[in-house]
């Protein structure tokens, strides 16, 4: 990928900008077939990303006719799909404007990359957040600001909406786009890397189904697999592999598999597209820099092996230094690492310093003083010395003095020079590779105080020795004040209904139970406040497989617990009058009648119909039907015992399961229904409604048959009592013939 600042010349550049074009175009349809949130805005927008590659990766500069054409495919694509025209020609502009400022910022900071050439982890990194973050963010909310001004949208939601469909679409396009070189192509579709691709892919697409379709922590799962197979599979392997987990997490979530959630595009407009897009890159982007780090060790081993052999090889130059004739005798060796043969050069004392660099001299002349004076007892010294090519070697030398006049005088000195050239450019090296390493480890650390999530970690006495801002935030202690504290100090996690404690690192092998834990987990605050969380504590083993800490991952999801128990709740309940649906009902009654059946136990099941229902809405319209269905649901609840289970079975019907097995205390309660709903007055509009019920009664028993039968039996029973002049009940008891009856008890309809 590279970034040039001249045009392309001739017919070549109107036939790529009608690919860019088309390409856009196709994008553009394909994001808003997908899905479309509000007035044309697209939750899953591909378009940019695509033309974003498209323009990085020619050897010309976008011009004027490049950005002709996506203006063109945008308006063609929005009207296309009842936009306004109005919306259309926003969107252009914003378009337009989001790619030239995308190819703008990665210019002006991550530019200079050669043509065709794979980029550096560190630089993707940098692409993906210039263009999917910080260019994806500005032109959200300038679109943001000019939907307000035009139609009063709402500036976060719409900058937000704007953003993230934005975001998911790099994060599936863009790696798959830059990797996918010739090289890799031709790697990928050799049979047994095909084969390989496919088989994981299948694998980890997979268990991203099942992650979402199955599990309560579906984004983790789904991540989990990536990040296993990140460091194993190239570029555009890993990329492919991670756009389809991510195209499977979009399906599903459209397609309604994700539990407890609705499907289509409500999905994808409260932040589901950035967890998706975490979902696809943070594994692409960790494989990168493990292959980067690995390429780095790797090449940081090659160049210690290097080095070791150079020591190991390297001769040692000898030099004799007799001060009493003023001669120095320098062996071959020494002359040989000079590059020199041992007759070209004599044993002038002041040789050494003759060779050697003049920015060295005064530190070597003042190092060979101090031993000469005794304030040091060796010579050692690193200098440069020219090479008889005229190059600079690095030599050490190390030399003593060994014999001394009786004035203290040096009469002799003896030492050695080594050629360390090689070691002195490994150790550049290696300092070039260390500010890597730091500059890596850096990251990664800035990495985890970015996270959306809050982190803690522990050594191995449950001391905390990490917090991220986002931990320091939930759990209202500073990092500052935390380190080195016990953890329950900071972070104590409860069950909400037994308070036994779920933050312990043992229980992160507790595998069975975390799903549990995580559905009753609050965060209990020193301030005495508490909320629900979501909970990740993992133990951490050194290489003897010994605890030596733990680290907590944990969210505040008071929000989605709340959803959660309010949709558990509306799938058990009837919306109108609140009292158990249909299917909760036969539910109840299925297991009281595998209760029946192991234990004998008897219950009671009534079907109540209410009569002239009908009229009431005819004449008071459905509002008036819906208050006097909830007004009867009172009245036979009021009726009851607080044991006995009522429902609304639909319409105008209700249901009863009475939990005495008495078939006296069953009539006794048909009784106190029928005369409660015939007493009941009911006005409306100032016009008063009179209504009664019919009621089947039947036993729940061990010899009652299936569900359904005791259900037909009691709606047969109830349909007698209609045929009989409703008002009034009938008993149909297992044995019976079908749709044979007992009358109960009648009262006058007053029909």
Not at 151 to 174: E, K, M, R
Not at 266 to 285: C, H, K, N, R, Y
Not at 506 to 519: I, Y
Not at 736 to 748: C, E, F, K
């Amino acid at each position: 990928m590279t970034f040039h600042h001249y045009e392309g010349r001739g017919p070549g550049k109107y036939l790529s900008a009608i690919a860019l074009g088309l390409g856009f175009w196709l994008a553009a349809v394909a994001s808003i077939q997908l899905s479309r949130v509000g007035d044309g805005v697209a939750a899953l927008w591909l378009a940019s990303a695509v033309a974003f590659v498209m323009l990085a990766r020619r050897r010309h500069a976008a011009g004027w006719i490049d950005y002709t054409a996506i203006a063109l495919a945008t308006l063609a694509s929005n009207l296309a799909f009842a936009s306004s025209l109005q919306m259309g020609v926003l969107f252009v502009v914003i378009n337009v404007g989001y790619i030239a400022l995308s190819l703008w910022l990665v210019d002006r900071f991550a530019g200079g990359v050669p043509v065709k050439t794979i980029p550096s982890a560190r630089t993707f990194s940098l692409i993906l957040f210039l263009t999917a973050v910080v260019a994806d963010a500005i032109a959200g909310f300038v679109f943001a600001g000019a939907t307000y001004a035009l139609y009063g949208w709402p500036i976060v939601q719409t900058a937000w909406t704007f953003l993230s469909g934005n975001a998911l679409g790099y994060a599936l396009l863009l790696p798959f786009l830059t990797y996918a070189t010739r090289s890799e192509i031709s790697a990928l579709l050799k049979p047994r890397a095909l084969f390989r691709f496919a088989l994981v892919t299948v694998i980890c697409v997979g268990l991203a189904y099942l992650a979402l379709s199955q599990s309560r922590f579906p984004f983790a799962l789904t991540m989990l697999p990536l990040m296993v197979i990140a460091p194993r599979l190239a570029h555009l392997e890993l990329a492919l592999v991670c756009a389809f987990v991510g195209a499977v997490c979009v399906a599903a979530a459209m397609g309604g598999f994700m539990p407890g959630l609705n499907g289509g595009t409500e999905m994808l407009s409260d932040g589901f597209q950035v967890s998706v897009a975490i979902i696809v890159s943070t594994p692409f982007l960790v494989g990168l820099f493990i292959k980067q780090i690995s390429e780095d060790h790797a090449r940081l081993a090659d160049a210690e092996t290097r080095w070791n052999f150079a020591l190991a090889s390297a001769g040692q130059g000898v030099w004799d230094a007799d001060m009493r004739n003023n001669t120095v005798h320098y062996s071959a060796t020494w002359k040989h690492m000079l590059g020199y043969e041992d007759h070209e050069l004599g044993n002038d004392p002041d040789l050494w310093l003759e060779l050697a660099h003049p920015d060295d001299v005064a530190r070597m002349v003042a190092a060979d003083h101090d031993h000469m004076e005794g304030r040091t007892l060796e010579y050692e010294l690193e200098f440069r010395m020219r090479h008889k090519s005229g190059r600079w070697i690095w030599m050490a030398d190390h030399g003593k003095a060994i014999e001394r006049e009786p004035d203290g005088r040096v009469a002799r000195a003896i030492g050695s020079m080594t050629d360390i050239t090689k070691r002195k450019e490994a150790e550049e090296r290696l300092m070039v590779s260390a500010a890597l390493l730091a500059d890596e480890k850096e990251r990664l650390r800035v990495m985890l105080q970015s996270i959306g999530d809050a982190v803690i970690g522990t050594d191995a006495e449950n001391r905390v020795t990490f917090m991220n801002p986002v931990a320091e935030k939930l759990t209202g202690a500073t990092s500052i004040a935390s380190l080195g504290k016990p953890l329950g100090f900071v972070y104590r996690a409860v069950d909400e209904e037994t308070g036994r404690r779920l933050d312990e690192p043992h229980l992160a092998d507790n595998r069975l139970d975390r799903t549990e834990q995580n559905s009753r987990a609050v965060l209990a605050r020193n301030d005495g406040t508490r909320f629900s969380i979501r909970q990740v504590v993992s133990p951490i083993l050194n290489e003897q497989n010994e605890f030596s800490g733990s680290v907590i991952v944990f969210q505040d999801f008071t929000d989605a617990r709340t959803l959660q128990r309010q949709l558990a709740y509306a799938a058990t309940h009837d919306a109108l009058t609140g009292l158990a649906n249909r299917p909760a009902f036969i539910r109840t009654v299925e297991d009281l009648l595998d209760k029946a059946r192991q234990d004998a136990s008897r219950y009671q099941l009534m079907f109540i119909d209410l009569d002239h229902f009908k009229p009431v809405n005819d004449t008071s319209g459905h509002a008036a039907g819906d208050a006097l269905l909830r007004q009867v649901a009172s009245t036979i609840k009021a009726a009851l015992a607080p044991s006995d289970i009522v429902a609304r079975f639909g319409g105008d019907e209700f249901s009863v399961v009475l939990m005495s097995p008495l078939l006296a205390d069953g009539e006794r309660a048909v009784l106190a229904i029928l005369d409660a709903v015939s007493a009941l007055d009911f006005t409306w509009d100032g016009q008063t409604h009179h209504v009664s019920s019919s009621i089947g009664l039947t036993s729940i028993a061990a010899d009652s048959g299936e569900v359904n039968e005791i259900i037909a039996r009691a709606d047969a029973a109830c349909y007698a009592a209609k045929a009989a002049g409703r008002n009034c009940a009938f008993v149909a008891l297992p044995g019976t013939a079908p749709g044979v009856a007992t009358p109960m008890t009648r009262v006058a309809t007053g029909t």
